[in-house]
């Protein structure tokens, strides 16, 4: 159900808030651990088996890790797309070859983030995209996700719509990150999975 935002984006500030602190008593083997975990759950997703492209993202800190994913999703021959942050939040995006192909950058006063290091294929090359995985802090009963609140997969996902494009949404979480419910506003959209290590749980309303 979306809601005046005056009401939703203090409420989910206030999540974001709670969510982040639990995420930050994480210890580096928990989330290696967890890292693990995740890859072979989402690697069992009949969706992820068939694509060709998935447009992915680098887990910096104790978000939930991705690189295990990313090395088997190129050793089963996925084109892998990797986002990479422009001045006004937007993404651009760019081929995962390997850990070599990484560049750290840091983005004014925020988090030192993992980008692609080769050529930019532009915003629009996500439109390719057969499953997005989405990073996020929260996913509810109803496929609303909560992001970190940069904007930046709002941008994806208008872009997205406006093509045309259906790529299957997905989420990577922890387990206590699947709660009851996600203040939303009305251009937020649902997602068709969370991926957490106790399993995937699907949306079929999105």
């Known amino acids: 159900m979306a809601h005046d935002g005056r009401t939703s984006e203090p409420d989910k500030r206030t999540l974001r808030r709670a969510l982040l602190s639990v995420r930050n008593r ?4 928990d989330v290696a651990v967890t890292a693990r975990t995740l890859a072979e ?10 694509a060709r492209t998935v447009a992915a ?4 800190g104790t978000e939930p890790g991705t690189p295990a994913l990313l090395d088997a999703l190129r050793a089963r021959g996925v084109r892998v797309l990797l986002p990479a942050l422009l001045p006004d939040n937007d993404l651009d995006w760019g081929e995962y070859t ?20 080769g050529a930019r294929l532009g915003p629009d090359a996500v439109t390719d995209a057969d499953v997005v995985l989405l990073p996020g802090l929260a996913v509810d009963a109803g496929g609303m996700r909560l992001g970190r609140g940069g904007g930046s997969y709002d941008r994806v996902l208008a872009r997205l719509e406006r093509a045309g494009a259906r790529p299957r949404l997905v989420v990577l979480l922890y387990d206590t990150e699947v709660v009851a419910h996600v203040p939303a506003e009305a251009h937020d959209k649902p997602v068709h999975a969370v991926v957490t290590p106790s399993g995937v749980r699907r949306f079929p309303d999105a």
């Open 98 to 117: 390997g850990p070599d192909s990484l560049a750290r950058v840091r983005h004014g006063g925020k988090m030192a983030l993992l980008e692609p290091s």
């Open 26 to 29: 994480l210890t580096d083997d």
């Open 41 to 50: 759950r989402a690697l069992e997703l009949p969706e992820l088996a068939r």
């Open 57 to 60: 993202y680098v887990s910096v």
